[in-house]
């Protein structure tokens, strides 16, 4: 069963824009990461929260977690054209001891130069 | 450097043929992923070893098969390919530290079925 849910599908922004992107989920968790995947590739993992963590910091990365509402948000500052990708939040289910990952559908966002 | 292999990049079968994709990896991880990932889709585990214990997903078709023959190699086996089992099927690894870890993916094998 899908666990995250991602809003919005796709994105589209200016270079230098900032760029916010959402992940609900329904269980409760032990972390959530999150993913980037550029075109035909693997994943990349950006960032891991914890869930007693409220806020974490990465660069130009920004990750905020919100467990009485199960979802997590995630900032990308001063956006470039680089950062066009599909980004995924990731959860690890708190009450699953197999150590797998249930990826959201993704937000495919695209940086225009 | 490379860490985790797949092999091949691109693989094209045919309609019921067997087929085997392969991943190496060089980090010496005791946990080893196999996900389909199809067009603008998450990513699906299909199974997972952790050292040699296999752990299938319920929903993981029969078609599906895996093996893992030592630490650094692990092989996702298609008996009968069909049309809908055309995607990306994406290896990754991780490490048992607790219950905190990254995975750490391959760049994929992208399978056509004609």
């Known amino acids: 069963s899908q666990q995250g849910e991602e809003d919005p599908q796709a994105l589209s922004i200016q270079e230098g824009e900032n760029a916010t992107m959402n992940c609900s989920y329904k269980t409760s968790i032990n972390n959530l990461q999150w993913y980037r995947q550029n075109s035909g590739r693997g994943l990349v993992h950006l960032i891991l929260?914890?869930?007693?963590?409220r806020e974490k910091h990465s660069g130009r990365l920004r990750v905020t977690l919100d467990t009485s509402k199960k979802s997590s948000s995630l900032l990308i500052t001063a956006s470039r054209a680089a950062d066009t990708a599909s980004y995924f939040c990731?959860?690890?289910?708190?009450?699953?001891?197999?150590?797998?990952?249930?990826f959201g559908s993704g937000t495919r966002l695209l940086v225009r130069p | 450097d490379a860490m985790v292999i797949q092999n091949p990049r691109y693989q094209v079968t045919q309609f019921g043929k067997p087929v085997t994709l392969s991943c190496s990896q060089t980090?010496?991880?005791?946990?080893m992923y196999w996900y389909q990932q199809k067009s603008s889709q998450a990513p699906k585990l299909l199974f997972h070893y952790y050292d040699k214990d296999f752990n299938n997903e319920a929903d993981t078709p029969d078609n599906f098969q895996s093996r893992r023959p030592n630490t650094s190699f692990c092989f996702l086996d298609i008996r009968s390919p069909g049309l809908g089992d055309a995607a990306m099927y994406l290896c990754?690894?991780?490490?048992?530290?607790?219950?905190?870890?990254?995975?750490?993916f391959g760049p994929g094998t992208r399978l056509t079925v004609t």
């Open positions: 990731a959860t690890e289910p708190m009450m699953d001891s197999s150590y797998k990952l249930i």
């Open positions: 990754a690894t991780s490490r048992d530290t607790g219950r905190l870890y990254e995975q750490y």
């Open positions: 980090l010496n991880h005791n946990v």
């Open positions: 929260i914890r869930s007693n963590e």
